[in-house]
Nanobody
Framework: QVRLVESGGGLVQPGGSLRLSCAAS????????IGWYRQAPGKQRELVAS???????TYNDSVKGRFTISRDNAKNTVDLQMNNLKPEDTAVYYC?????????WGQGTQVTVSS
């Protein structure tokens, strides 16, 4: 059974930091491209950052310089370090694993940035 489990969300003040983690099981993790996505109320889900199986990373322009994605194939985890958070970063954050035609989503973790 494939499982992607996100953790680390919560309530933080503007300018604060959070570290999200996505733990995968039931897949050959090193083969998969992993992405962090987010969906705010009333908005479409968008890609925040991704880390391919080949080691390439991409970031949404809105988070460049503030967020860092990292990957540990030995632990089957992908983390998203989020610094200098802004109210517009408030959303449910999901991780997604993709390999060829296979794609799996986690259940999401809420991030709320508010004073």
């Amino acid at each position: 059974q494939v499982r992607l489990v996100e953790s680390g969300g919560g309530l933080v003040q503007p300018g604060g930091s959070l570290r999200l983690s996505c733990a995968a099981s039931g897949i050959t993790f090193r083969l998969y491209d992993i992405g962090w996505y987010r969906q705010a109320p009333g908005k479409q889900r968008e890609l925040v950052a991704s880390f391919t199986s080949g080691g390439s990373t991409t970031y949404n322009d809105s988070v460049k310089g503030r967020f860092t994605i990292s990957r540990d194939n030995a632990k089957n985890t992908v983390d998203l370090q989020m610094n200098n958070l802004k109210p517009e970063d408030t959303a449910v954050y999901y991780c997604k694993a993709v390999w060829r035609t296979l794609a799996y989503w986690g259940q999401g973790t809420q991030v709320t940035v508010s004073s």
